[in-house]
């Protein structure tokens, strides 16, 4: 919890040890690829791999929101899907038309989730079952099962293909600016940290006055938000709506959450760490394509998740170690 | 003088079942009023009806000179209503900061928290209560009775002109219960009203000033509690005569017989160590002997229970199971062996709380209900029947969700689910905490009959008097080691105080 004024790493893995596993696989895995890899630190593979990531990133730190409440989104990458389609239709009027328009789409399915499982008492994994073969069909109507390809004239792929100041793409630098805000809402303020009090016990949560129902709208309209947003970057980076994309991507978050040590039941859980979760599961893939590239060994990309399945078990299990490890220490003492 | 409160002629009714018919409670401003009845007398609902989280069906409520409008625990804590509720209803994995100040805390700009200013004042004002502690742990790694303490804290903190406390004392020991008492003292000089639910009695007598008693649903007495006696306060609560209850004495016990014809050996314990919690433990059971552990809060009884049934791993020493070398690895193998355990913390440990008292009751039983792979549906009904009858369960049926039970009906239940494996050895941790005198009673009156087949018990309880009269021998812990064994017959409840000060006196 980064509640004081300076920042004091010794303190913060002190206080957060399920996340110190995250960190250390990250920091490991950005030193073997600078060190095996000559282009690996360059300025190509910076951007372009966190451009492709940013998606990845913002649909994690929704979800990490809704985790943290103990719910679960699964309606993230059709959402995805469908508001890309919407955001490719709406290229022509230019990006500030179609960024709102399309993350509101996407909060509308957050809507409709927060609805179901608040008013309704629908179980959110079945809820957002639901909403996910919703939206998912709802892309194929609307796109008649074919990738939308956006208005090249108007200034909508410059979010994904142009650089602000010439150093970061835009898409980039709105999910930098939306990660910092959402740091901010979860650190800082009330909303926030009813979200983690409501995973670490609902009842608890009403009996102490708590606004949970309000929170509970929020963790969904913010996923779905988040989910909008990927779509529109979705668009604009590759050109096109693409209604068959997104298939997995909630099992992606899901995974960039709890690598890094976002607990599943709720009640704790990190903006960072989440951030860290999904650039470290990027950078498996990353450095697999330049393992490739030096020719010596193929992994296919069958091989690759494989792999990858096996490099987020290691870390869960470093993780749970590094926390069980602290708690008997603690105990002792 | 006005009331601060009044409620009057309230109804309420939970899928049909009456829960309250016509209760009703007075609380003047300033007073600490305690409100009493047995389990399921409907205690429980009256509050949640005045914090907002039931609605009621019928009656009127006025608080402050005004109808009051309170439809959720957020309104009723802006009415300036606070409530410590009996479950601790705190959020363990946060920290101690934000459990106190949660939804209250100080802002910069009106929107950002102000960590350095709510730590800051979260220790101020559980200065106040004598804790100094790391306010930015998570409340889950300090002790129950810390946590009940931050949970007080939080609610006195709010400003409140009522402070509901609900069996506040359950889990504090003795010192932290002169803390608690002082704080409701202060309230009370500070013209704030508290209402005292406990089952306690003794505590009444010491910071109350008038008593109602409920039963059934009804309210069905208020009195000044100076003038009254305890007798009188139990009487009303079961509705039974003062001077029967006086002949037949305060428990269902009777006092120990050891010396009598002991039975076959169950379980002998040498040396057994786990940490530092529980070191060299002695201790041989036999068949229809109580053992009772004396000691207080953290002196290493439920430790020296969990060592016994298998949960924790033994450092050092040995257990012998009817004369076998071979200690119990794990609780199922403990089972398996004939042992049953109650645990303490009933809410986290014991129920689980969406499913039926009929699932609840026989969870530990279905492997042996299990008939080609089948559960034998017909013996398990008979057998749950069997138990809700001959201990007295007060359920609409065996398919009512356990959570919809009172504390003293729930604690019968999981004393079935451990009598329905027919047990050689029960292990009970503090069996009549939170339950009311009636359920306690019968609680006891289980226990003594189970004895009376043989059954050997190890009983750890927090008041004297169920151990005093209820158990055979006392080892009396103090820090994880014995200090000493009493044994009845001959024990008094000034022969245990006197055991466990003479600890206190030697480790300090």
């Avoid at chain 1, 980064?2 to 790493?9: E, H, K, P, R, Y």
């Avoid at chain 2, 209402?195 to 306690?200: A, C, G, P, Q, R």
């Avoid at chain 2, 969406?354 to 026989?362: A, Q």
């Amino acid at each position: 919890m980064l509640d004081t004024d300076a920042f004091d790493l010794r303190k913060y893995l002190s206080q957060n040890p399920q996340s110190v596993a995250v960190w250390v696989a990250l920091v490991a895995l950005i030193l073997f690829g600078v060190l095996r890899y000559e282009n690996f630190g360059g300025a190509y593979n910076f951007t372009s791999f966190l451009n492709y990531n940013s998606m990845f990133i913002i649909i994690s730190v929704g979800m990490c929101f809704v985790i943290m409440t103990g719910g679960i989104d699964l309606s993230v990458g059709s959402v995805a899907a469908f508001t890309s389609v919407v955001a490719a239709y709406l290229s022509p009027y230019g990006l500030e038309v179609a960024l709102p328009i399309a993350v509101l789409a996407g909060a509308a399915f957050g809507a409709i989730n927060a609805f179901c499982i608040i008013v309704m008492r629908i179980p959110p994994f079945i809820a957002t079952l639901a909403t996910m073969l919703g939206a998912k069909g709802g892309a194929l109507v609307i796109s008649g099962a074919e990738t939308i390809s956006v208005d090249w004239g108007s200034n909508f792929t410059r979010m994904g293909m142009e650089t602000a100041l010439n150093i970061l793409p835009w898409s980039i630098v709105l999910v930098g600016a939306v990660i910092v805000v959402l740091w901010f809402v979860l650190e800082k303020t009330t909303l926030g940290r009813t979200v983690l009090a409501i995973g670490g016990g609902a009842d608890a949560s009403v009996l102490m006055g708590l606004k949970v129902n309000r929170a509970t709208a929020f963790v969904y309209l913010l996923s779905g938000a988040c989910a909008g947003l990927a779509g529109v970057i979705l668009a604009s980076g590759f050109g096109a709506g693409q209604p068959l994309e997104g298939i997995g991507w909630e099992l992606s978050a899901i995974a960039s959450v709890v690598v890094g040590g976002t607990l599943l039941t709720g009640g704790m859980g990190s903006v960072t760490a989440t951030v860290a979760g999904a650039l470290l599961l990027g950078l498996v893939f990353n450095i697999l394509n330049f393992e490739n590239g030096r020719g010596t060994i193929s992994f296919s990309a069958y091989w690759q998740m494989v792999i990858r399945g096996g490099f987020l078990f290691a870390v869960i299990l470093f993780q749970a170690r590094v926390t069980s490890g602290r708690a008997a220490r603690k105990a002792q003492t | 003088m006005a009331e601060l409160l009044s409620m009057s002629g309230i109804d309420k009714a939970f899928a049909g079942v009456s829960a309250l018919s016509g209760a009703s409670l007075e609380i003047a401003p300033g007073e600490v009023h305690a409100l009493i009845g047995q389990n399921g007398a409907g205690k429980s609902t009256l509050i949640k009806i005045l914090t907002g989280v039931y609605r009621r069906d019928g009656g009127v409520v006025t608080f402050g000179g005004k109808d009051s409008v309170i439809n959720s625990p957020r309104e009723a804590q802006a009415a300036g209503i606070a409530t410590i509720y009996q479950e601790l209803n705190l959020v363990p994995l946060r920290s101690v900061t934000e459990n106190v100040m949660m939804g209250y805390e100080p802002k910069r700009l009106g929107v950002f928290i102000n960590w350095r200013e709510a730590h800051r004042r979260t220790r101020e004002i559980l200065a106040r209560f004598g804790i100094d502690i790391d306010v930015r742990a998570p409340l889950g790694s300090y002790s129950t009775a810390i946590q009940q303490l931050v949970a007080i804290a939080r609610a006195v903190s709010l400003d409140a002109r009522l402070v509901i406390m609900d069996e506040p004392t359950s889990s504090l020991d003795a010192s932290e219960v002169e803390v608690l008492f002082g704080v409701v003292k202060g309230l009370r000089e500070a013209g704030v009203s508290v209402l005292y639910v406990s089952h306690f009695l003794d505590e009444l007598f010491e910071i109350c000033d008038r008593v109602t008693t409920m039963r059934d649903g009804r309210t069905v007495d208020c009195r000044d509690i100076a003038g009254s006696t305890k007798l009188e306060l139990i009487a009303a609560m079961l509705g039974r005569d003062a001077d029967d209850i006086e002949q037949a004495g305060m428990t269902e016990f009777s006092g120990g017989t050891a010396g009598a014809d002991l039975g076959e050996v169950l379980l002998t314990a040498e040396n057994v160590t786990t940490g530092p919690r529980l070191t060299d433990f002695d201790m041989t059971l036999h068949r229809g002997e109580i053992i009772g552990l004396g000691g207080l809060l953290g002196a290493g009884r439920t430790e020296a229970a969990r060592a016994i049934f298998g949960v924790d791993r033994l450092t050092g020493g040995r257990i012998n199971v009817k004369g076998e070398a071979s200690g119990l690895e794990t609780p199922s193998a403990a089972i398996e062996a004939g042992f049953g355990y109650l645990t303490e913390d009933r809410k986290a440990e014991g129920i689980i709380p969406d499913m039926s008292v009929r699932e609840n009751l026989t969870l530990a039983l279905l492997p042996k209900l299990t008939k080609n792979g089948q559960i034998d549906r017909a013996r398990e009904r008979e057998l749950v029947a069997h138990y809700i009858k001959a201990l007295g369960i007060k359920t609409a049926n065996m398919e009512q969700p356990i959570r919809e039970l009172s504390g003293g009906n729930q604690q019968k239940v999981l004393l079935a689910r451990w009598l329905a494996i027919d047990p050689d050895v029960l292990i009970l941790d503090e069996p009549t905490r939170g339950v009311d005198v009636g359920a306690k009673r019968e609680i006891q009156a289980i226990i003594r009959d189970s004895v009376a087949k043989g059954v050997g018990v190890i009983l750890i309880s927090s008041e004297f008097e169920e151990i005093v009269e209820g158990a055979d021998r006392i080892i009396v812990l103090n820090e994880g080691r014995i200090v000493t064994e009493l044994t009845n017959p001959g024990i008094t409840e000034d022969a245990l105080v006197r055991a466990l000060a003479h600890t206190e006196g030697q480790a300090a």
